[in-house]
């Protein structure tokens, strides 16, 4: 069963801003470390925020001032706000999970679960 579950994406304008969700419905949300990834076709999927169980937050160079990652614990709900966005930012986000603080590497295959993706379309 589908434990991550991704939503909020869609096709917005450059500029504009957008927050991401993903509802785990997994392993106990307390444990887990938490990562948003990004692939675009025929690409590599790119790391782009981790926050670990203590709240401990990783963002790639490319994305740092304009992209947060948040969690809502009792939601067992993680965010992604993204401002300014760029057509660059075009993309199908996904949301993964990993135990212990590994999210916070920023690699593909530091993560256990991974959701089915939200696109984000952003248009000039």
């Known amino acids: 069963a589908q434990t991550l579950v991704e939503s909020g994406g869609g096709s917005v304008q450059a500029g504009r801003s957008l927050k991401l969700s993903c509802v785990d419905s997994g392993y106990p949300y307390s444990h887990v470390c938490m990562a948003w990834f990004r692939q675009v076709p025929g690409e590599e999927r790119e790391g782009v925020a981790a926050?670990?169980?203590?709240?401990?937050?990783k963002y790639a160079d490319s994305v740092k001032g304009r992209f947060t990652i948040s969690q809502d614990k009792p939601k067992r709900t993680l965010y992604l706000e993204i401002i300014s966005l760029k057509p660059d930012d075009t993309a199908t986000y996904y949301c993964a999970a990993a135990i212990g603080s590994k999210c916070l590497t920023l690699r593909r295959a530091g993560m256990d679960r991974w959701g089915k993706g939200t696109l984000v379309n952003v248009s000039s």
């Open positions: 926050i670990d169980s203590d709240g401990i937050t």
